[in-house]
């Protein structure tokens, strides 16, 4: 039945397939995976004849295949709408990420491969996952430019999409199940139950930042007493495609400037004398023309093995304005340890890939702390910040927005040891008129929304709701919002939302720095 099921289906889509005996039953099976089978075995049948006996790795390949001549397509259409946008600042922002989108997507992709050759399942559903993001930050982008409608945006919200999302699923059944393909199904969720198996049972041991780095270059305020002035100067100078550490120590002094470690600036570390020392501050936000939130970042780091400590990351953006990010990321097994980021809306952007942030200073109002990277965040510092426009007024402050799009996508954010607070100044407004504040630990900017709080103290700042929905029901049925064994008197579980979650003892192990980012691999001991 299915088997006939199939051949009708690729019939009358007139795709060129002699037989129907010569359609392997195998991307019928493997497309159970996917959140749309019908459109999953469509896609994969454009790849032409698989072979009959195509193991599932192989059938995945040839899906990676697909997917990177879907984003060369991709590129063309994406430099073509730049080059139609000359003049229009908005939309040149808007066509440019979609570019940097398509080709960090198509940059993970390729690792993809790589790494299933390897035989790293985790490394390949982390990049796939990247990947995946990195088209719909695209098609989101362009979605905002109606002047082109016809054909980018259904483009990307159709093959390259929902294409990745299929395959990234395929990519989790084959780490769960292998080539048992018959067990091969839908992602599930901890909200269907569903926990990773806590496959790295040796105790991460810590670590962060290596001590005793040497500098290969100094930045240091005043012209000529150091290598360099201004710390992109340094980040220019570093080598591209490099494997080695590339370490910058930059010098106590107030760096103002907007600082982009490109793709191709692998294993860059920064260095500071100290938070509140070394300062890199800016104050670009989305309000400006051309200026999205993405690119509003003061620091913006792509590269991969990024490294800081010591080091005050800022955005200062005044009132009336908006979005305004201090420190973005999609830096792949990056540690960032003893900074501190400042901040009201949207502070701290891990954007995407695995990210370990230890003993940080995390400050702001409102999202402060969001994006779609799969982040841990150890023993850390988050705090509450009076709103810059009449904050005795107070309001509803979310300090989190996760951003996962896809339920196979491996993201999300895991508070340990965590403190959460507020500042002194948003301390006493708290108290001389605490029905007006409401804090809340997160809420949903995608539909797969995923943060947990485990070991935290909570201060009595947290509503005890907990946790706040972003507009109406969405999402409020595929998020996961999990807590345990946190304390302080915000951590009464007792009045949260229905939709939020305490995560059962024996799946805490799922989200350890070892299990959810594989720390263990990359996080050496210092
Ligand atoms: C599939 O069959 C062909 C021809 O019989 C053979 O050469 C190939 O090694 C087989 N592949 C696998 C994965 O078994
Ligand atoms: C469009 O732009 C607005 C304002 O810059 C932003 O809030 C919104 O998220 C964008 N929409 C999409 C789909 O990206
Ligand atoms: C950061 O500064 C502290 C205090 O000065 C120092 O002990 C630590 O080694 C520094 N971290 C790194 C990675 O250099
Ligand atoms: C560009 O974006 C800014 C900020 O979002 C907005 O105020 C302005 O009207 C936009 N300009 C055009 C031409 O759309
Ligand atoms: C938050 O800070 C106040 C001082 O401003 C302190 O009294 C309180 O104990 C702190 N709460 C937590 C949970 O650390």
Redesign the pocket.
């Known amino acids: 039945m299915a088997a006939a099921l199939l051949c009708l289906t690729l019939l009358s889509l007139l795709i060129v397939h002699s037989s129907c005996e010569q359609v392997p039953s195998i991307i019928h099976d493997a497309c159970k995976a996917s959140r749309d089978p019908p459109a999953c075995e469509d896609w994969l049948s454009r790849f032409g004849r698989v072979p009959p006996n195509a193991t599932a790795l192989q059938l995945i390949q040839s899906s990676l295949q697909v997917i990177s001549g879907d984003l060369k397509k991709g590129r063309v259409l994406a430099q073509d709408i730049l080059k139609s946008s000359a003049g229009?600042?908005?939309r040149t922002t808007d066509a440019q990420s979609c570019l940097d989108g398509v080709i960090s997507s198509a940059y993970r992709a390729d690792l993809v491969a790589g790494a299933l050759h390897r035989r790293q399942t985790k490394e390949a559903r982390a990049w796939m996952s990247s990947s995946l993001g990195a088209k719909y930050d695209c098609w989101s982008e362009l979605l905002n430019e109606t002047s082109k409608p016809d054909e980018t945006t259904p483009f990307f919200n159709s093959t390259p999409i929902s294409g990745g999302s299929a395959t990234l699923s395929m990519l989790v059944n084959y780490d769960l199940y292998g080539e048992k393909i018959g067990l091969w199904g839908p992602v599930r969720t901890e909200r269907d139950g569903f926990w990773e198996p806590v496959t790295r049972s040796k105790p991460f041991l810590g670590g962060g930042v290596p001590r005793g780095l040497q500098a290969n270059v100094v930045v240091c305020k005043g012209r000529g007493l150091c290598d360099y002035d201004t710390v992109q100067e340094a980040v220019n100078n570093a080598p591209s495609g490099s494997n080695k550490r590339f370490v910058i120590w930059i010098k106590t002094g107030v760096y103002e400037e907007t600082v982009l470690v490109g793709l191709d600036k692998r294993n860059v570390v920064f260095l500071g004398d100290g938070m509140g020392k070394t300062v890199i501050t800016g104050s670009k936000n989305?309000?400006?023309?051309g200026v999205s939130t993405f690119r509003s970042a003061t620091v913006g780091v792509v590269g991969d093995g990024f490294m800081a400590s010591n080091i005050t990351f800022q955005n200062t953006a005044g009132p009336k304005t908006y979005q305004a990010v201090a420190f973005r990321s999609d830096s792949d097994r990056s540690i960032i340890e003893n900074c501190e980021f400042l901040g009201n809306q949207d502070t701290l952007y891990p954007h995407g890939m695995r990210q370990y942030y230890k003993s940080c200073r995390i400050q702001g109002n409102v999202d402060f702390i969001f994006g779609n990277g799969a982040a841990v965040f150890e023993d850390c510092h988050i705090l509450i910040a009076p709103r810059q426009q009449n904050p005795e007024k107070g309001g509803q402050n979310p300090i989190t927005a996760h951003g996962r799009t896809d339920p196979a996508m491996s993201t999300g954010f895991v508070f340990q040891n965590c403190v959460i607070n507020g500042t002194e100044a948003y301390m006493a407004l708290f108290r001389s008129n605490p029905k007006v504040h409401a804090n809340f630990l997160g809420r949903p900017w995608k539909a797969y929304s995923r943060t947990v709080f485990i070991s935290c103290e909570l201060d009595a700042i947290v509503t005890s709701d907990g946790w706040m929905p972003w507009d109406g029901e969405f999402a409020l049925e595929t998020l996961y919002y999990g807590e345990y064994k946190n304390a302080g008197a915000g951590s009464d579980t007792s009045g949260r939302v229905r939709w939020s979650s305490r995560i059962p003892a024996e799946h805490v192990a799922s989200y350890s720095v070892a299990n959810f980012i594989q720390g263990d691999r990359w996080i050496r001991g210092i």
Request: glycine share 14%.
């Open positions: 229009n600042p908005n989305a309000g400006q023309p």
